[in-house]
């Protein structure tokens, strides 16, 4: 267990740093294309991939993350993912070509045809990617997976940024994408030994465990997508481009910190899942490296985002502002609550998930949805995520307990130093002393950068205040200290 438990944590360490990397590139990317196209620009392109992602979901059944819960696929499990990709690369190609015109009329937007075209050669060209990349996550070799997934964000980007100063619209953010697919369909082949054949013989066995994964990214995609449709068709692509780069930077530091984290630990809670010791003790260290990390960073964006959005984006996304405040406490309850559905799938139990996710999506979060926006406009629509995932976090987290058989007093105990942590981060930065000072800052950046240092300063303080207080008990503070003030043995 211990070598499995050490593999993950490497894992975790490689995605973690992946993930730092790749979104500091999308963050850079994220200002130069604020400064330099409008947010016009943004909202059609959303208009266009969240018609391709609703496709998507026709398609989207997971084949990676059944390959790695099944502890010895063989290769016709694999060339049948891979036959079953290309094939449905083809038809949703062929479909978002057609629709193209359709698409034009029902939102009155004639950019949008050229845009579906090449999004539609690039889906077709995607469907050819490689199968067996997967084996690196199976493997837990994920230093192998961070140069493969580097090499497509940094290609994507040069062209995006290539682009942007050249041509200054829309085109810098499609040919972008469309220069991702390209890169990951040539990595694909050039970072792994496996050539995938056309076989349909483990097609039964597939589908199977798929069949779940499917339902819950069909409920996925209508928690997180929704909203682009609704908006785009009520409020216009100015008001949608905005609610977009809002939801870029809220999430930022909480769920897209979070998922290389549960990335890399999914592979190894499937070789855990049948020792129960062994996988509640590893859900309770990745819960507390998770609190740690993402509970500080949302409420942090949360705190400081007022000065953030003019510094980083400049006065004319000004409006953002309370939209980012709701979005990035909302991240913090979604974060919390990934590393459940990694557990779910890997011991075997993706229906749990799906009952969750059909609870939280079409009992609590659409009527939330549909009455405050409403209400509010698109504040409302950020208000419905927050509250929905507050409501949702003790229900999840019962099904776990139940389902581990955890005692609520372990989950607590993870959690209460974070939590005590963010509370005087909180009272400091909001205190009057500190706007007193930050109001003889003159510059934007000066102040945000004073307010950002004081918050990490006093979070780290007060959490490892507590940690020492309680003789330095076992939980994501010690993992820390270890690696950074002592050698592994």
Not at 278 to 301: E, T
């Amino acid at each position: 267990m211990q070598s499995i438990t050490n593999k993950m944590a490497k894992g975790a360490a490689w995605m973690v740093a992946f993930k730092m990397i790749e979104r500091s590139i999308g963050l850079l990317s994220t200002i130069i294309l604020a400064r330099l196209l409008e947010p016009d620009d943004f909202g059609l392109v959303a208009m266009a991939t969240a018609f391709l992602g609703l496709l998507l979901l026709l398609t989207s059944f997971s084949f990676d993350v059944a390959l790695i819960q099944k502890q010895e696929p063989d290769r016709a499990l694999y060339d049948t993912a891979w036959t079953f990709n290309v094939i449905f690369g083809a038809l949703l190609a062929i479909i978002l070509a057609v629709a193209a015109g359709p698409l034009v009329g029902f939102y009155n937007e004639p950019r949008l045809e050229d845009i579906l075209y090449i999004l539609a050669f690039g889906t077709f060209l995607g469907g050819f990617g490689n199968i067996g990349p997967v084996a690196f996550r199976k493997d837990l070799q994920f230093h192998k997976e961070f140069y493969f997934l580097l090499g497509k964000k940094i290609s994507g980007f040069i062209v995006c940024m290539i682009l942007a100063f050249s041509m200054r619209n829309y085109w810098a953010l499609v040919f972008g994408t469309f220069a991702s697919t390209i890169a990951e369909l040539a990595l694909s082949y050039a970072v792994h030994s496996y050539r995938p054949r056309f076989c349909l013989k483990g097609r039964k066995e597939l589908f199977g465990y798929s069949m779940w994964l499917f339902i819950n990214n069909t409920i996925f995609f209508t928690y997180h997508r929704m909203a682009d449709f609704i908006i785009s068709k009520t409020l216009g692509s100015h008001t949608l481009g905005v609610y977009t780069v809002a939801y870029e930077l809220s999430n930022l530091p909480t769920t897209e910190l979070v998922a290389p984290i549960n990335r890399a630990v999914f592979p190894g809670y499937s070789k855990l899942a049948n020792n129960p010791d062994d996988i509640r003790h590893g859900f309770l260290s990745v819960l507390g490296m998770i609190a740690l990390c993402a509970i500080p960073a949302g409420l942090g964006i949360a705190l400081v985002a007022d000065v953030l959005v003019p510094v980083v984006l400049g006065n004319k996304w000004l409006e953002s502002v309370p939209l980012i405040q709701m979005l990035a406490m909302s991240g913090v309850f979604v974060a919390l609550q990934t590393n459940t559905g990694s557990l779910y799938m890997a011991i075997g139990k993706p229906s749990y998930l799906t009952m969750i996710s059909l609870f939280h999506v079409f009992v609590v979060f659409i009527p939330l949805f549909l009455y405050l926006m409403e209400l509010n406009g698109v504040f409302g629509v950020t208000q419905a995520y927050l509250f929905s995932n507050i409501i949702i976090w003790p229900i999840n987290f019962f099904v776990v307990s139940s389902v581990i058989k955890l005692k609520w007093r372990s989950i607590f105990f993870v959690l209460w130093r974070p939590i005590i942590g963010c509370f005087v981060m909180t009272a400091v930065l909001r205190s009057d002393w500190i706007s007193m000072f930050s109001g003889l800052l003159e510059l934007d950046w000066l102040c945000l950068v004073f307010k950002v240092f004081i918050g990490v300063v006093v979070y780290s303080f007060t959490v490892l205040l507590c940690w020492f207080v309680f003789r330095k008990p076992e939980g994501a503070e010690k993992t820390i200290v270890n690696r950074l003030f002592y050698s592994p043995n």
